[in-house]
């Protein structure tokens, strides 16, 4: 059995490795059989070299003819790469067997930021056959994909285009999206944001990819794809994948956390939330001691109204991607919510009126009746709930396990 691994073959302007896998397994149908389905596989999202999701592809080939294989998969690579994009470092490796070093290499490309001589050193350690263009960088994303084994797992159906349309727009009828997001949800996520009313599923840039429907059933997923009204799919792919699995989250410490991971951790609301320009939101969170800035950017939109309601002392668990020192939010559950008190004057015992403050620390007054009491505090309604929020389809990082996927009763997705 072969495992052959592809990343950064795109750029911005054009292609997609997904794409390139796709013509491949078509074309190895010639030397071997694709075993199971292909694996779309998502790594680390803080990786600075990332065109746009931070995905590379595997997939097993049952076949002997390792050579032509080989062959086939390298002129493939050539044909279907964007060689001449600024970013672009392509890599392929095709290996025999997957070592558990191998299982290893893909849990750190999905949590840290790897460099490219690892992934050629354990190449060569291993004896996997490999090439690298330009810096290689590819590698390290082809090696991950190539030992990677999703303890959870979705899947994706991705719909390609004709190549004589790339770079024109798509042609896809938006109710017939509404109405197999209505008629699929929740068996499928991610179509369309209820919030902005926009469709997500379908990007905008010049790449193969008509659409890709995501979702935990692969029944509901082709109920959808049998909704939609488009323009006609050249070919059409469906990946298991580790995405919206939280795979990329470590559970962390405050005070002991690294840039470029993502963690989930607990604390304690610290400072009251605070906007910024250009409606970015942030507030602290302590833990043992420690401080954590936690922001939710403008392109969280509605989830923003939820942490305003937050306040110092309110209990969290928070989810998202450390950078340059503060977390950025993409999930949290409010574990227990802090009491917001109202304090005044007590009311005197005979008659009835708000007695008066006696002085600095001296209690308060009911200068007639001559009766004296302390401030009483009254408990305001908060206007949040207990339980789990999350930022809306149109900001959710692809790794992140979206609500949709939990059970329970404080769950509040965002659709
Ligand atoms: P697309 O989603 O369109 O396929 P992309 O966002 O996956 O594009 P790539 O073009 O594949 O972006 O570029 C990402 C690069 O980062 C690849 O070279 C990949 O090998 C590398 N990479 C992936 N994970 C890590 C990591 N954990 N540390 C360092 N580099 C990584």
Redesign the pocket.
Same mark, same amino acid.
């Given at each position: 059995m072969l495992t052959i691994g592809i &990343?950064? %073959? &795109?750029?911005e302007r054009s292609l997609?490795?997904?794409y390139l896998a796709a013509v491949l397994m078509e074309r190895l149908g010639a030397v071997g059989e694709v075993e199971d389905l292909p694996r779309l596989v998502r =790594?680390?999202p803080c990786?600075?070299?990332? %065109?746009?999701?931070?995905?590379?592809v595997a997939f097993a080939l049952r076949s002997d003819r390792t050579e032509e294989v080989e062959e086939i998969a390298l002129q493939t690579l050539i044909e279907l790469s964007d060689l001449a994009g600024e970013? %672009?470092?392509p890599?392929l490796v095709v290996a025999e067997t997957v070592t558990p070093e191998m299982r290893g290499f893909y849990r750190?490309?999905? %949590?840290?930021? =790897?460099?490219?001589d690892e992934?050629r050193k354990m190449l060569q350690e291993h004896g996997i056959w490999h090439r690298g263009f330009k810096k290689g960088?590819? =590698?390290?994303?082809?090696l991950?994909a190539v030992g990677s084994a999703f303890e959870d797992h979705t899947f994706e159906l991705i719909h390609y285009r004709y190549r004589d349309r790339w770079g024109t727009p798509r042609s896809i009828d938006e109710p017939s999206v509404w109405r197999a997001d209505s008629q699929t949800y929740p068996g499928t996520w991610d179509t369309v944001d209820m919030g902005s009313r926009r469709v997500v599923f379908s990007p905008h840039s010049p &790449?193969p990819i008509l659409f890709g429907i995501r979702g935990e059933d692969i029944g509901a997923i082709e109920m959808a794809a049998s909704i939609i009204e488009s323009e006609p799919a050249e070919r059409r792919v469906l990946y298991i994948t580790n995405q919206g699995t939280d795979s990329q989250m470590l559970p962390g410490e405050m005070g002991d956390l690294c840039d470029d991971r993502s963690y989930r951790l607990r604390g304690t609301v610290a400072s009251n939330p605070c906007a910024i320009a250009g409606g970015h939101l942030f507030f602290d969170l302590a833990s043992n001691g420690a401080r954590l800035e936690c922001a939710a950017f403008e392109p969280t939109k509605g989830f923003r109204d939820i942490v305003k309601r937050l306040m110092p002392g309110d209990l969290l668990e928070v989810y998202g991607a450390v950078r340059g020192g503060a977390l950025n939010l993409e999930k949290m559950e409010v574990i227990a919510l802090a009491e917001r008190l109202e304090w005044n004057a007590p009311v005197c015992p005979t008659c009835k009126r708000r007695m008066k403050s006696a002085g600095k620390e001296q209690g308060y007054r009911c200068r007639r009746c001559r009766t004296s009491g302390e401030r009483e505090s009254r408990a305001l309604p908060r206007e949040i709930e207990t339980g789990l929020y999350e930022v809306p389809p149109s900001a959710r990082r692809h790794l992140t396990k979206p609500l949709i996927r939990y059970e329970g009763e404080c769950v509040h997705p965002s659709r």
């Open positions: &990343d950064d %073959t &795109d750029s997609c490795t997904t =790594l680390n990786a600075p070299f990332k %065109t746009r999701g931070n995905a590379a970013n %672009t470092n890599g750190r490309a999905v %949590t840290e930021i =790897l460099e490219i992934a960088r590819g =590698l390290i994303g082809a991950a &790449d």
